[in-house]
């Protein structure tokens, strides 16, 4: 396996956080959390053994509770009065990972990079790498000292879905959904009820695991881009990016970063709100090629 290239507002090593725990300008969050099917409790879990010096970041409690969809970005004084009260702030670096491997750490790294900071990074592999390199864990709970923090919010990182809806009849962006290719086609029923089967008119599919390796990191640029490609991505127009909840929309998002592609977009209520309202098109099957007409 290549080593990744450490990139601190991006992805990093867990050599480089490995080198960096004592750092006191370092701030390390478990961000674990699992669709409902899976049974799994990521608060459970970090409270059993966690990095040392890692906070919990619960992604459906710190959310808007306004909105009737799961674990949507929440408002700027809601994320900053959280995270101050979790001990980070103005100044410090962040590193992010889950105890999937690469799965919901991005999320959270795109809940950052929405209010506006900069310094944030998914840990490359995650929980499951770390352990198995035999590095430490504990169960012990991390000191909080509250720690101001200012957010300056970036408008232009996510879109609604009137917003989609426009890109969709202008053909203005291509469309990435990182669900699996089962729920993608409407082959598989949706792991939330009530909602319709298949996927945005046009859209193309592109799984998340696709721009995984084998140990559960992320593939380097050529390969990032070749699964792009590979699902019928034009990487030279701007993408939106969409999955069942926001959550895995955030592994394609970091994935074009780290290709350094900037124009793209997530779809924050993603197919949790586009399923649930008939008056919003939906194809079944598998990803119409437009590349041949």
Not at 45 to 55: L, M, S, V
Not at 119 to 140: Q, S
Not at 168 to 197: C, M, N, Q, T, Y
């Amino acid at each position: 396996m290549s080593e990744t290239a450490d990139d601190p507002r991006t992805l990093v090593s867990t050599r480089w956080l490995a080198e960096r725990l004592k750092d006191p300008d370092l701030r390390i969050l478990d961000a674990s959390w699992y669709l409902p099917d899976t049974g799994r409790d990521g608060r459970a879990e970090y409270e059993a053994a966690h990095i040392p010096g890692a906070r919990f970041f619960d992604i459906d409690e710190i959310s808007d509770h306004r909105s009737g969809l799961p674990h949507m970005a929440p408002p700027p004084e809601k994320f900053v009065s959280r995270l101050r009260a979790m001990g980070v702030g103005d100044g410090h670096r962040v590193v992010v990972y889950d105890g999937a491997g690469l799965f919901s750490a991005a999320r959270v790294r795109w809940l950052f990079r929405l209010m506006g900071f900069d310094e944030v990074a998914v840990l490359d592999g995650g929980l499951p790498k770390w352990r198995a390199e035999g590095r430490p864990l504990t169960a012990e709970p991390t000191v909080l000292r509250d720690r101001h923090l200012t957010a300056s919010p970036r408008r232009d990182m996510s879109v609604d879905a009137t917003e989609v809806a426009r890109a969709v009849k202008l053909d203005s962006h291509v469309i990435v959904d990182a669900r699996a290719p089962a729920r993608f086609e409407g082959g598989a029923p949706e792991p939330r009820a009530g909602l319709r089967s298949g996927h945005i008119p046009g859209s193309r599919n592109l799984f998340f695991r696709d721009l995984l390796r084998p140990d559960g990191t992320l593939k380097d640029a050529a390969g990032i881009r070749a699964a792009f490609e590979g699902a019928g991505v034009d990487l030279d127009r701007p993408v939106i990016t969409t999955c069942g909840s926001g959550v895995t929309a955030a592994v394609l998002s970091l994935a074009l970063e780290r290709i350094g592609k900037s124009d793209h977009r997530l779809y924050d209520g993603s197919w949790s709100e586009w399923g649930m309202f008939p008056d919003l098109p939906v194809e079944t099957g598998p990803a119409q090629d437009n590349l041949e007409g």
